[in-house]
């Protein structure tokens, strides 16, 4: 866009002002009033500001020493609002969405789980904000088509942004809130943005602990709850580690199977027989094959464990022995699955945020986690969004850096100079400053279309010093006296530099303000760029000519020393 622009300026421009800036020939064709009250208002407003900017300069230039001093201050000080604003992946986008899961003691019947999710879903769509209400009752696993009676998720969209005063955030707490009151359910409720779901890796906060033994692990991610829970902005914590459905482990006595001669395999084929039936033979019948399924024809022993210790079995010797004999019978819960990373057992703790940044949230957690005694040979990690956003800064800083090189090393070709590159890249820390202030002000955390926004300034920022350096140049050619030639730079690139920053801080202004579904993405990026432009137009109108005079006298004096 900048390179047709380019084009559009050297060709198209130049030929629409011979046409149109006939100023005497438009005026007596059209009736023009160009002394109208605004226009001259208007331009008695920028006489005044050029002339109280030129004393201004004057006086900056007799004491240079303390303007650079009060500048590299205010740089320093800036630098300290970057830990105050805090930082994030992406920015929370209201997309209008999200889901409430609803999880029921093992055992819970269809019907248990469809009364209870029944009475959170009549409360939810109940609410003026909630357009439509999805509800799914218990969970099928595609594989094996086995049912799972007891969880549910209720999918839920709200009404577009400009039809409700609420955000999908402040939806989902008042949810939340009444949810806690439900008795009997584990509930929780996730909002979906871009930060959790398109990008990153899900979960703001995610920490991962390693080890061997399962049960200390799932020790240790108790212990990781609780102090998550005891952390400021921590909501909806879970570990993924799920205890599994109830079993009973029926083990064999060796000594007592011994003795009448029954093997496991005996015992565990006799059990399958009678609980759930065993295919004896196929019976045909036109062409089709129909299983014969032998099973106990008693449903009394199957009513519970008791009755089941009463199934008999045969012994090699024809003898009939109960089970309970011959065997132990274990309550206990076996987990569903086992994660592993690097071949080592991991158990993830992960919570969602609300009302605080990652940034800040992250260093609070990390400080708590460090304090928590690990066991030998365990160990953990923080992953999510907080390890995304690290590397995204990483590459990013870097991309900034080679983008600062970049911009000298043209500079420097353009005015075959070292020193006036250097003059003119000062003007990209101050943008940064201006850039932390506004996010300050505005209470946004640097994130990744903010730090786009630090590269974009990098780029833009130096264009008025370069129009006040060149200017400068030129007029020093022309025979003026160094101080002369400074303040007629000033005086004259006023105006132009006023109008390019107007023009960019303005045309930034509805993205900044995030206007429109899902506009909070991208707000942070124009709220940076106007910030670090604004900022750095008013210190490089007052910098960029005192560090000039200062380097002028120090490439005077390095001749004579030599």
């Known amino acids: 866009s900048l390179l047709a622009s380019f084009v559009i300026a050297i060709t198209v421009v130049p030929m629409l002002c011979s046409k ?10 059209f009736n023009f009033k160009y002394k109208s009250k605004l226009l001259s208002s208007f331009g008695r407003f920028i006489e005044f500001l050029t002339k109280e900017y030129g004393m201004l300069l004057e006086k900056s230039l007799k004491m240079r020493k303390r303007i650079v001093i009060f500048a590299l201050a205010l740089f320093v000080l800036s630098l300290s609002l970057i830990g105050i604003v805090g930082g994030e992946l992406f920015p929370t986008s209201d997309e209008g969405t999200f889901s409430v899961s609803v999880e029921m003691p093992f055992g819970s ?59 999908t955030t402040d939806v989902a707490n008042i949810v939340r809130q009444h949810l806690s009151t439900i008795v009997g359910a ?39 709850k609780e102090i998550l829970q005891n952390i400021d902005g921590t909501i909806e914590i879970k570990s993924d580690f799920e205890e599994g459905s109830p079993e009973v482990r029926v083990t064999l006595d060796r000594q007592k199977s011994s003795f009448y001669g029954i093997t496991a395999y005996q015992l565990a084929n006799t059990l399958k027989s009678s609980l759930s039936g065993s295919t004896a033979t196929q019976y045909k019948v036109n062409g089709d094959e129909i299983d014969i399924t032998l099973s106990l024809s008693s449903a009394s022993q199957k009513k519970s464990i008791e009755d089941m210790k009463q199934i008999l079995i045969q012994s090699p ?19 569903s699955q086992i994660s592993r990373q690097d071949q080592v057992r991991t158990i993830t703790v992960s919570s969602q945020l609300s009302g605080r940044d990652l940034q800040s949230a992250s260093n609070e957690i990390l400080r708590k986690l460090e304090e928590y005694h690990m066991p030998f040979g365990y160990s953990f990690e923080m992953g999510g969004q907080q390890q995304d956003m690290i590397e995204a800064f990483s590459s990013l800083f870097l991309a900034l850096m080679l983008s600062i090189v970049l911009i000298y090393m043209i500079l420097a070709s353009q005015f075959e100079s070292l020193l006036q590159p250097f003059i003119i890249m000062m003007s990209v820390p101050f943008a940064f400053t201006g850039a932390f202030l506004a ?5 946004t955390p640097l994130s990744l279309p903010a730090f786009l926004g630090l590269i974009v300034l990098a780029g833009i920022v130096v264009n008025n010093a370069i129009v006040l350096i060149d200017f400068i140049n030129q007029q020093r050619k022309a025979g003026l ?47 940076s760029v106007i910030g670090g432009l604004s900022f750095s137009t008013l210190i490089t109108l007052i910098l960029v000519p005192v560090l000039y005079s200062i380097l002028d006298d120090l490439t005077k004096k390095v001749p004579k020393k030599s």
């Open 317 to 335: 010797r024809g003898q009939y022995v109960s089970v309970g004999q011959i065997a132990d019978f274990q309550y206990d819960n076996s987990p």
């Open 109 to 167: 019947s269809l019907e248990d789980t469809d009364k209870v999710v029944s009475e959170i879903e009549q409360y939810i769509v109940n609410l003026p904000e909630v357009e439509t209400c999805t509800v799914s009752i218990g969970l099928t696993s595609f594989f094996s088509m086995s049912g799972n009676t007891n969880s549910s998720t209720i999918q839920v969209l709200l009404v577009d942004r400009k039809h409700r005063d609420k955000t």
């Open 481 to 527: 006296d160094r101080m002369t030639a400074i303040l007629n730079s000033g005086r004259y690139r006023l105006r132009p530099i006023l109008m390019t920053t107007l023009t960019t801080v303005i045309a930034l202004v509805p993205l900044a303000i995030g206007i429109g579904e899902g506009s909070e993405l991208m707000a942070p990026m124009g709220i």
């Open 20 to 29: 149109f800036l006939a100023i005497d020939e438009i005026k007596t064709k």
């Open 186 to 224: 584990k509930t929780s409720v996730t909002v979906s943005s871009m930060s959790t779901g398109g990008m990153g890796s899900g979960d703001p906060i995610n920490i991962k602990i390693q080890g061997d033994d399962l049960g200390i692990l799932k020790q240790i991610s108790e212990d990781f």
């Open 439 to 443: 996010l300050f002000i505005t209470g």
